[in-house]
């Protein structure tokens, strides 16, 4: 209260209304693997630091391109005459016997082609990182993630490399401790068998199933491979007598030719894990419908077809796991529509509660929204009047979800509630200790996964 001492007419404001709720962000992915550089002032600077970057140019900046390749390129010309005249005939083959596994870059790449917006990265080190330290160096970015506050996917595009699942259980631990966060899953396209190739997931991947989503199978994109014109060697056999220059001498020395095998080079295209373009329809359908529509029935960009063709059949017992309940979504492809995400459930398939990914994530950002918003009453009077304000304060911000589409119900009360004051949520032993317990229930709109036509004959009247 004021100490006023000299008459006159004084004006105090009265705040009135609740503080409001600020939505946190939903779909920021964390990428963490290996990379080309890491560098931003000095060599390695970035390496093990999570850093936003905004664009694939960004990426590319700080990060570098995809690992280079070596192609077994061959050309056969034949002249009229013996090594000299007019070229007669032409034949130029290019394959890549045994391609990387390193996939940092393409994701990227298919990220932003599909929708991605900010993110991070962690890069954990160079392409010489050994199949054998991948696990600990992976397992060291994840542990660093931790620290940051802003991510909410956590993405692992060079996975396919470790000879076991465990930084998913390290990841989905992280989600449940955290419990901000959510784990993008590839379920490795190994021999081709659906059947196979989930069985080996599913027996490796155990823990705090609601946090984490899989895809399958991966998908064949129209992304080229990366490669060092300098370290490309042409076996070129001209009538019977073979030389072997560069790549890079053949842009000076015989321009057709180099044209014509970096053309061919050109229809070698990638094939990759989804979950970078998965990533980019998460941003995509977060930023245009919201946290709770469905990441899912979304065609994806730069992706020509699924690496393995999912029926209706096969996909079956992908969804639905009568075992072990983990569920893994399929990526299909079909006619006229292009390659779908076709699933939209976490990998805790037999749960009611989080049998969904949007029900996960939507309960995710509704949680820190209003753990980071409320923290203005931390030390305020554990009263009715402060219970009334942070009541009032969730109601507002629930009721606007619920306008959008995220909650069911006819009215906001069918829809949610929010209880909390003395007799109540309160008791006058959680005064003497400190605790005011706030209760949130939300009734989250769930998927139409399963659409029913029902028909029958009706008989003609007249």
């Known amino acids: 209260m004021s100490n006023y001492q000299t008459p ?14 600020a939505a946190v962000s939903t779909a920021i992915p964390a990428f963490i693997g290996l990379t080309e550089k890491a560098e931003k002032e000095t060599a390695d600077d970035l390496e093990l630091v999570p850093t936003k970057v905004n664009s694939i140019n960004d990426y590319v900046k700080y990060f570098g391109k995809g690992k280079n390749e070596t192609f077994t390129i061959k050309v056969d010309d034949t002249k009229d005459g013996s090594g000299g005249g007019d070229l007669q005939s032409r034949n130029i083959s290019v394959t890549l016997p045994s391609s990387s596994k390193n996939f940092m870059y393409a994701s990227m790449q298919l990220y932003f ?27 060291g970015g994840l542990d660093t993630l931790a620290a940051e506050d802003e991510p909410t996917l956590i993405v692992f595009p060079d996975a396919y490399e470790l000879s076991d699942l465990t930084i998913y259980n390290d990841a989905l631990e992280q989600c449940n401790k955290l419990q901000d966060r959510f784990t993008i899953m590839d379920v490795k396209t190994n021999i081709g068998n659906s059947s196979s190739d989930a069985s080996t997931f599913r027996r490796e991947v155990a823990q705090y199933l609601q946090y984490g989503a899989a895809y399958y199978p991966d998908v064949k994109t129209n992304l080229v491979y990366s490669y060092d014109e300098a370290s490309q060697t042409i076996a070129h056999d001209v009538d019977g007598t073979t030389t072997n220059p560069t790549l890079s001498s053949l842009k000076t020395s015989d321009k057709l030719l180099y044209n014509a095998i970096v053309e061919k080079i050109a229809t070698l295209k990638m094939t990759v894990p989804s979950s970078g373009a998965v990533a980019g329809v998460y941003a995509q359908t977060d930023r245009d419908r919201g946290v709770w529509k469905a990441p899912a029935n979304i065609p994806l960009n730069n992706v020509v077809a699924p690496a393995v063709k999912i029926t209706d059949a096969t996909q079956a017992s992908l969804n639905i796991d009568t075992d072990a309940g983990k569920s893994i979504n399929a990526i299909r492809s079909f006619t006229g529509k292009g390659t779908l995400v076709w699933g939209a459930r976490t990998l805790d398939g037999n749960s009611n509660e989080w049998r969904y990914i949007q029900v996960r994530r939507l309960f995710n950002y509704i949680e820190e929204s209003i753990k980071k918003s409320t923290s203005w009453a931390v030390f305020e009077a554990n009263d009715a009047n402060t219970h009334i304000r942070v009541k009032a304060q969730i109601e507002s911000f629930l009721t606007g979800i619920w306008k959008a589409g995220g909650l069911v119900g006819a009215s906001a009360a069918q829809a949610f509630f929010v209880n909390v004051g003395l007799g109540s949520t309160v008791t006058p032993q959680d005064v003497l200790e400190g605790k005011m317990n706030v209760e949130i229930g939300l009734a989250a709109s769930r998927p139409a996964e399963f659409i029913i036509l029902k028909f029958s004959h009706f008989i003609q009247q007249s």
């Open 113 to 139: 082609a599909n929708g991605g917006g900010p993110c991070y990265i962690i890069s954990i080190g160079d392409y010489t990182v050994s199949s054998s330290d991948l696990y600990t160096k992976l397992k």
């Open 8 to 21: 006159g007419v004084y004006v105090e404001e009265i705040s009135t209304l609740a503080p409001s709720v």
